[in-house]
């Protein structure tokens, strides 16, 4: 057999195998998005945590030195509102612990497409946790880790934790409702001091919102 008939079944026999191998990857990309989340995006977002959780460590540090100086009663209202004015877009604001879906993800300040690959995202336009108002965090349910993937099985009656440098915040789920994009309104302030979640519904679509009400409930000492 010639050589370069020999070698040109070889280059094809590779190229086929490599198209095989490159089809098979895909259908198992594909296959645990849908069973779990994107694995890929899964990754980055779950280095992004990390980076996240060295910057609350810091913060918490830095809100206990604060707490010493004010003393113990420092109204959790100044505390967050010092917090707050060192945010910037893309720096870790808390954690959020969802005991009952046994999840618990560092939040992001912002909800922007760049800063929800690092997890959920506080909305800019909502106060913290201890200032009065509804304070909102959304997040993805498919991609980036997926942290709200699971928020449609949040019940009534069930807890959500806002753990901030300076304090813990408990609320009590409410309802969920669904809702369009435009629907602003799920941020408004009411006549009690409450957290929503919010995500795209149905899974792998953002024709809608699903939003999640919680009432605080609790306040306490950060652990």
């Known amino acids: 057999m010639p050589r370069g008939q020999w070698t040109g079944r070889a280059l094809a026999r590779f190229i086929t195998a490599v198209m095989i ?5 895909m259908v198992t990309d594909a296959l ?20 996240l959780d060295a910057q609350l ?16 009663d420092a109204p959790y209202a100044r505390l967050a ?27 992001v300040e912002g909800t922007d497409v760049e800063t929800l690959r690092k997890g959920p995202g506080h909305y800019p336009d909502t106060p913290l946790p201890g200032r009065r108002g509804t304070v909102a965090v959304a997040g993805h ?9 699971t928020v449609d ?26 809702v369009p994009p435009t629907a602003l309104w799920v941020k ?15 899974l792998y679509s953002a024709e809608k919102r699903i939003v999640v009400f919680a009432r605080q409930v609790a306040v306490s000492s950060p652990r």
């Not at 191998?21 to 990857?25: A, C, D, N, P, R």
């Not at 753990?163 to 789920?173: D, E, K, N, Q, S």
């Not at 408004?188 to 149905?202: F, G, Q, T």
């Open 81 to 107: 509102a010092r917090h707050a004015r060192r945010l910037r877009t893309g720096d870790a604001v808390g954690r959020i612990e969802l005991p009952t879906l046994g999840r618990s993800y560092a939040v």
């Open 153 to 178: 099985s949040l019940r009534r009656g069930q807890l959500v934790v806002m753990a901030m440098p300076y304090g813990r915040f408990t609320y009590r789920v409410e309802g969920t409702r669904i």
């Open 188 to 202: 408004r302030r009411v006549d009690h001091d409450r957290l929503i979640l919010s995500a795209c519904h149905p």
């Open 141 to 149: 349910r498919t991609t980036h880790g997926a942290p709200f993937r």
């Open 21 to 25: 191998t490159s089809g098979l990857l």
């Open 32 to 51: 645990l998005t849908v069973a779990w989340q994107e694995p890929v995006s899964a990754l980055l977002a779950g280095r992004e945590q990390g980076r």
């Open 57 to 72: 460590a810091i913060a918490g540090r830095r809100a206990a030195r604060e707490r010493r100086r004010l003393g113990p």
